[in-house]
């Protein structure tokens, strides 16, 4: 099975800043990578899918790049909404595996 | 509107059955992937099972192999997963999500409905 890690584990950040999140695949993924943002009591949303493309709706202050066995997500200016839980998920092989996923709270 | 909406969860005693159901509204159901995914209490996302858009292939994860079992019925916009053998640590969340056409992300979920395995 593929495992996925992520880093940092939670970050404290101020509306307006950049963020970066880090994923780690063990093996290659052929960057079948998707980032998903999850609320508090709320499904996830899907914010990129196969490692850099945008899904639709989505502000473009959310970027994904990488590839290989390492990705990253960037929100380039946060924003209050933003303030959530962030997984990465491959796409690659069964099963399906999330990483452990990253909180970005208010600094 | 695209829409999911879970049903079927609810307490269940530990070696005991469920059933759950998803139904499908505002899309082509019968193109797409499907899978289910569970968050436990606190926990991270855990991908469960998929079924491919016609129900002629599914995958599992290894713990839940031999006791889940994922179906669809095309004609009715569902999705089911049969739940048996049931274990404490099966106690989640559990949300149906259609896969993207492209991408292979999950790009629609429903609410999620709580299964809750205890005595």
């Known amino acids: 099975d593929i495992q996925m890690t992520q880093s940092p584990f939670s970050v404290s950040a101020s509306v307006g800043d950049r963020v970066t999140i880090t994923c780690r695949a063990s093996q290659g993924i052929n960057n079948w990578l998707n980032w998903y943002q999850q609320k508090p009591g709320k499904a996830p949303k899907l914010l990129t899918y196969?490692?850099?493309s945008l899904q639709s709706g989505v502000p473009s202050r959310f970027s994904g790049s990488g590839s290989g066995t390492d990705f990253t997500l960037t929100i380039s200016s946060l924003q209050p909404e933003d303030f959530a839980t962030y997984y990465c998920?491959?796409?690659?092989?069964?099963?399906?595996?999330f990483g452990p996923g990253t909180k970005v709270d208010i600094k | 509107e695209v829409q999911l909406e879970e049903s079927g969860g609810g307490l269940v005693q530990p070696g005991g059955s469920l059933r759950l159901s998803c139904a499908a509204s505002?899309?082509?159901?019968?193109?797409?992937?499907m899978n289910w995914v569970r968050q436990a209490p606190g926990k991270g996302l855990e991908w469960v099972a998929n079924?491919?858009?016609?129900?002629?292939?599914?995958s599992y994860l290894d713990s839940v192999k031999g006791r889940f079992t994922i179906s669809r019925d095309n004609a009715k916009n569902s999705l089911y997963l049969q739940m048996n053998s049931l274990r404490a640590e099966d106690t989640a969340v559990y949300y149906c999500a259609r896969a993207a056409l492209t991408g292979r992300g999950g790009d629609c979920w429903g609410q999620g409905t709580l299964v809750t395995v205890s005595s």
């Open positions: 998920q491959q796409g690659n092989s069964s099963p399906f595996t």
């Open positions: 505002g899309f082509a159901f019968s193109n797409h992937w």
């Open positions: 196969a490692a850099s």
């Open positions: 079924i491919k858009y016609d129900g002629s292939e599914t």
